[in-house]
């Protein structure tokens, strides 16, 4: 099958009528349009062809033997590939307006009577052309979009991960090593009176620096969402966001033993919460927050709800320029795994409800896990 086209390439356009004159007569008049003329002789080798090719319009007799122009228009329809497809009627016979309406509700776009205007077949013709070329173009732009989006996630959760172990194999060490250093001097003097406290005070903003550094790399990118997976990753994760906000939490995973998912999927899942739950301590004022992580047949549904004032409509139907940067990361994020994201009304509150088919992730190799 033919089903790609270059930006700017022609497109293809099928002809068919059971008679060999007209088909040659459609395709002078075509030609000056410059694009890819198919001919078909009869229904069912419209159907090969479209099956072959990526066709634009459809130019078809309605009166046909075998696979009438209504017939072949209704099964055409009846492919999801085709349910787009611009087709064109061409009747010799008057047609009356239960006809017409008859066409349309087969998926016709127009009608055309013979004798054929020249001008006005390839005015109709090119119209369809142009816009089944400018919706092909438009795709091949999203898809790349797309892709870009796509990478941009991917690098963001590396450089996440880059900084995180930097930061505790770097920093956090530099701090450590610090602190045995100080005690070290601090055994080894004479403290005047008056500086005892001020070590005291130095040895607990060293510790207080060294969980800082902790914490925000295990926020950037939990060790354990790599070593023991997603629901021992948000449990730990609910518990340091209750502390840090004085908003409750429960979690609720089943089955109890949640399987592992792969690296994406689940930390997918995971920034999903996060970025929920930053969203709850900043706009919705709720003294709770309720995450369910469920995993189905074929599919893991992540499920969280709060107790605060709500959000808008506008918000609610993830409208343009009703979201911000967060949410269209999660719903990007999630619609890259083939997934789904929705929002709705708790009554109170608001919940975010997401699905993503299962992906289960090979067991982790004892080289890849380190510690935190």
Sequence with gaps: MESGLPVNDKVNILMVDDQPAKLLA????????????????SGREALEQLLRNDIAVVLMD?????????????????????????????????MTDLDRLKGYSRGAVDYLSVPVVPELLRAKVSVFAELHRKAHQTEVLNQELRRLSSMLIT????????????????????????????????????LLEGN????????????RLIQEVRNISHLLHPPMLDEIGLAFALAWYLDGFSKRSGIGTTLDASPSDFPRLSLEVETAFFRVVQEALTNIFRHAEAKHAWVQLTKRDTEIMLRIRDDGKGISNETLGLRPGSVGVGISGMKQ???????????????PGTIVEVTIPIQTAAPLQASQVSIA
């Design 333 to 347: 994020r999630v619609k890259e795994l083939g997934g789904d994201l929705q929002l709705r009304h708790g009554a």
């Design 26 to 41: 459609y395709e002078a008049i075509l030609a000056e349009l410059g694009e890819n003329l198919i001919k078909a002789n």
């Design 155 to 190: 690098t963001q959760d590396e450089e996440r991960r880059r900084i995180a172990r930097d930061l505790h194999d770097g920093l956090g060490q530099d701090l450590t090593a610090a602190k045995i250093m100080l005690e070290g001097v601090l055994h080894g003097a004479k």
């Design 62 to 94: 309605v009166s046909m033997p075998e696979i009438d122009g209504f017939e072949l228009a209704d099964t055409i329809r009846q492919h999801p590939r085709f349910q787009k497809t611009a087709i064109i009627f061409v009747s010799a016979v008057h």
């Design 196 to 207: 005892e406290q001020t070590a005291i005070d130095l040895r607990g903003l060293i510790d």
